[in-house]
Nanobody
Framework: QVQLVESGGGLAQAGGSLRLSCAAS????????MGWFRQAPGKPREFVAT????????YYSDSVKGRFTISRDNAKNTVTLQMYSLEPEDTAVYYC????????????????????WGQGTQVTVSS
């Protein structure tokens, strides 16, 4: 059974930082892209960041570029989202996701490309 379990959400003040972690289990995630998405109330789910498996190519949405950093530890099957300079607009439920094995440096910003999803963790940023 594939499981993605997020942790690290919570409350932060504007300008602060939070670190989200995602632990994946149940299958090998080699050649799988990992990604973070978020969904604010009343809004569609949006892409945040993605990282490939082998050389760990990263790609970010314009709204978080320069403030968030995605990383992964393939030996531990974990992916992390370090968030700095948080803004109230970053308030959302954050989801970790993984694709099936697509290629050693495959990555994607399209949520439809992701086969596995976590349950989400709430991030709230106060002004």
């Amino acid at each position: 059974q594939v499981q993605l379990v997020e942790s690290g959400g919570g409350l932060a003040q504007a300008g602060g930082s939070l670190r989200l972690s995602c632990a994946a289990s149940g299958r090998t995630f080699s050649r799988s892209a990992m990604g973070w998405f978020r969904q604010a109330p009343g809004k569609p789910r949006e892409f945040v960041a993605t990282i490939s498996w082998k050389t760990q190519v990263t790609y970010y949405s314009d709204s978080v570029k320069g403030r968030f950093t995605i990383s992964r530890d393939n030996a531990k099957n974990t992916v992390t989202l370090q968030m700095y300079s948080l803004e109230p607009e970053d308030t959302a439920v954050y989801y970790c996701a993984a694709t099936s094995g697509r290629g050693i440096d495959y990555y994607s910003w399209n949520p439809e490309d992701y086969a596995y999803w976590g349950q989400g963790t709430q991030v709230t940023v106060s002004s």
